[in-house]
């Protein structure tokens, strides 16, 4: 472990090249299992010399480069490149063909305004293609690592050291497409809070990381990439996309290379639980695991629980998990738990928690465990603020959260107004100016931190607090039509005041046999008998069709804004309809017989309950999530001999439409709809918001 910080990621990866050479650093688990793409700290250092040289060359010093790569090596490469050319990186998600998606990644283009995209080979032409509706990306230069590492030799690089003031990277936060916030983290900010990660988590040398974090998040990036680079380990990395089609893998890798650490969001955890069979752990051993570090928010203790009771018999340990709290203007981790400690949880009264207070019960009669996300971090402060009259709160009584220390970054890309709202903050009475505001709600219970969820998230009726994430886990658990928490609670003002409605999905299999009337009932009774309140209108809508960051978070002011325009479509109370037989004419016998297949594998899939929907509806109509697209495609993978992604689902958007793609490969290709034609993909628009990677639910203060 480092005993005194560097000045800069630069000089790590110089440092490591010297001290630990062919080590190898990273690795791609193609498929979740299959290794290439091996990059030993040696060639990393090489490799971003050349790339930078060549950067160096066109002049990209302080310029911004928008970094669109697929998951693992080459997004490594292409990040720290980018700093050893001097150039503030900007990492993406890669938008999809889809106007929404498109509109996102344009409005943060607009907001930074870059002076390269940086790629590589593998999905260049993807970029170049569906980027033709949209002029100001296609004005961009758009280069490939390869082609730059082709054109120097590693000693062309002009040493350039960074100083800890200036800015590595642009992270941006999930919000609306209108006002992208690009949070400014620097090379100093980087250092600071790799070093309390290591510090925290027991990390040097000896560490070996597993992760499917999605790289262009600050969870994955931050505490999977710069992390194994600033202790030495070394790291394996699969894609969000094949966690999510067949979690097993990530327990399995977790359990080949002794890993020691790997990260995820509860969903994580709870998808686990809920998808992996027992004969998937078959020699599976994960008493190596020291650190499964849940970074979400809210962190639930029932997913702490049947986790360990799932997953103890094979080794886990219950001291490994370590929940954690951090946001984007904090670079990432602001408070931690502690090595071989357990969780602390706390279990209070659900009415006094709805007062604003806090009341201490046992585990009988009205009450909710909250999960501790740890204590202040070191040299951080946390201080729990009255959001109105900014005064400092008393121990154990709830306000917004406010962050101090190095890791805290000095704002948002060129938004000084914004900035200010955030950073820079002081509580009344006290003239020092360096809290930064999280729009979290939380308190302080014997050092340790508990989130209580989010401040503009709050409804407010009768004079009480009510928290959405509450109602919407009532939700949930209340019918078997529910098996996730992929709801969203808002308020809406009504003759007394405000009420409360309640747009959820319904799972894929029970939407075709459940009375929507009689599940309205269940949930008004759910909801009325836990939290004392009636709620004023119930939407029910499809599988991923509910309004998400790219992140995965829920974005409750969004569908509140679309349910008041009248622009939520629910589901009609019916239990399906009759399947119809596609028989397009002139389609060739190939495409009929591989429509077949493709509708075998969604029914199986899908379960016993499926079969009621025809090879026009979309996938997304269907019920197919990213989840179970990933899934879905790997099948088709092998039935097929293919190496299909299963972005695949989002180009050729039903059954019908893919059959003839695939029955036209390899001669007269079709190409996929350049615009959402109708209502045929209207159902997918919003799934690309959390598909393959989007579920990733990291913590930052721009509110959803």
């Known amino acids: 472990m480092q005993t005194s910080l560097p000045e800069s990621v630069v000089h790590v990866v110089r440092d490591n090249a010297q001290k630990l050479g062919r080590k190898t650093a990273y690795v791609n688990l193609k498929n979740g299992v299959e290794e290439q793409g091996h990059l030993g700290y040696e060639v990393l250092?090489?490799?971003?010399?050349?790339?930078g040289a060549a950067l160096q060359r066109r002049n990209a010093a302080g310029e911004r480069i928008m970094l669109l790569f697929p998951q693992g090596s080459e997004f490594v490469v292409g990040f720290l490149a980018t700093l050893f050319g001097a150039a503030i990186a900007v990492p993406a998600h890669t938008p999809k063909p889809n106007k929404r998606s498109w509109a996102t990644?344009?409005?943060?283009?607009?907001?930074?305004?870059?002076?390269?995209?940086?790629?590589?080979?593998?999905?260049?032409?993807?970029?170049?293609?569906?980027?033709q509706p949209y002029p100001s990306i296609r004005a961009l230069d758009l280069l490939c690592i390869e082609d730059l590492a082709e054109e120097h030799e590693a000693s062309d690089w002009t040493p350039v050291w960074p100083a800890q003031k200036d800015i590595a990277f642009l992270q941006y936060t999930s919000g609306s497409t209108s006002s992208p916030k690009g949070v400014m983290v620097s090379h100093g900010n980087l250092m600071h809070n790799a070093g309390l990660t290591a510090r925290h988590m027991g990390h040097d040398e000896t560490t070996v990381i597993v992760s499917w974090l999605p790289l262009f998040h600050d969870l994955g990036l931050i505490g999977i990439v710069i992390q194994t680079l600033f202790v030495g380990a070394t790291c394996y990395m699969m894609s969000p996309a094949a966690f999510s089609g067949n979690p097993a893998l990530w327990l399995q890798a977790i359990s080949r290379y002794r890993a020691t650490t790997s990260m995820s969001s509860d969903f994580g955890y709870r998808l686990c639980v809920k998808s992996i069979r027992p004969e998937q752990l078959d020699g599976v051993d994960l008493s190596c695991w020291r650190n499964?570090?849940?970074?979400?928010e809210p962190i639930y203790a029932s997913t702490l629980r049947s986790f360990q009771d799932r997953f103890g018999p094979y080794g886990f340990s219950p001291e490994a998990f370590f929940p954690a709290y951090g946001l984007a203007e904090a670079t990432l981790l602001s408070t931690t738990s502690r090595v071989r400690e357990p969780p602390v949880l706390l279990s209070v009264n659900k009415e006094a928690l709805a007062a604003g207070s806090l009341k201490p019960v046992g585990q009988e009669g009205n009450a909710v465990e909250l999960v501790s996300s740890g204590r202040p971090a070191s040299d951080m402060e946390i201080a729990i603020v009255?959001?109105?009259?900014?005064?400092?709160?008393?121990?154990?009584?709830?306000?917004?959260?406010?962050?101090?220390?190095?890791?805290?970054?000095?704002?948002?890309?060129?938004?000084p107004a914004a900035s200010a709202a955030t950073f820079g903050q002081s509580p009344a009475g006290e003239d020092n100016p360096h809290f930064m505001r999280t729009g979290d709600l939380g308190f302080l219970q014997d050092g340790e931190l508990y989130i209580a969820g989010r401040l503009k998230d709050i409804i407010i009726m009768r004079g009480r607090n009510i928290y959405p994430q509450d109602i919407e886990l009532t939700v949930k658990d209340c019918h078997p039509a529910f098996r996730t928490v992929n709801g969203a609670a808002f308020a809406i003002d009504g003759d007394d005041g405000e009420t409360i409605a309640v747009v959820h999905e319904?799972?894929?299999?029970?939407?075709?046999?459940?009375?929507?009337?009689?599940?309205?009932?269940?949930?008004?009774?759910?909801?009325?008998?836990?939290?004392d309140v009636t709620l004023s209108d119930i939407i029910f809508i499809p599988p991923a069709s509910l309004p998400k960051t790219t992140s995965g978070k829920v974005q409750r002011r969004l569908t509140r804004d679309l349910y008041l325009a009248g622009q939520i479509k629910s589901l009609p109370n019916k239990k399906g309809r009759c399947e119809e037989t596609?028989?397009?004419?002139?389609?060739a016998k190939s495409a009929s017989e591989i429509e077949a297949g493709l509708m075998q594998q969604l029914r199986a899939l899908l379960g016993d309950q499926a079969g009621r929907f025809s090879a026009e509806d979309s996938f997304g109509a269907i019920g197919i999530d990213s989840v179970l697209a990933a899934r879905f495609v790997t099948a088709l993978n092998a039935d097929?001999?293919?190496?299909?992604?299963?972005?695949?689902?989002?180009?050729?958007?039903?059954?019908?439409?893919?059959?003839r793609h695939l029955s036209a490969s390899g001669t007269n290709h079709i190409a996929p709809p350049k615009t959402p034609d109708g209502s045929a993909r209207q159902d997918m628009v919003q799934a690309l918001k959390n598909a393959l990677g989007g579920e990733i639910r990291e913590r930052q203060s721009e509110p959803e």
Do not use: M
């Open 640 to 659: 097929l001999e293919l190496a299909l992604d299963p972005t695949i689902v989002w180009e050729y958007s039903t059954p019908a439409l893919l059959a």
């Open 105 to 131: 990644f344009e409005a943060i283009v607009a907001d930074c305004q870059p002076r390269y995209i940086l790629t590589c080979r593998s999905i260049r032409d993807n970029i170049v293609a569906w980027s």
């Open 45 to 51: 250092d090489a490799t971003c010399r050349r790339i």
């Open 386 to 415: 009255n959001p109105d009259t900014h005064l400092r709160c008393k121990d154990a009584e709830i306000g917004e959260v406010w962050v101090s220390g190095d890791s805290i970054t000095t704002g948002y890309w060129q938004a």
């Open 582 to 587: 596609h028989q397009a004419a002139g389609h």
């Open 506 to 531: 319904i799972e894929r299999t029970a939407r075709h046999t459940t009375d929507l009337g009689e599940l309205e009932r269940v949930v008004r009774d759910a909801v009325w008998r836990n939290h």
């Open 292 to 296: 499964a570090l849940n970074a979400a």
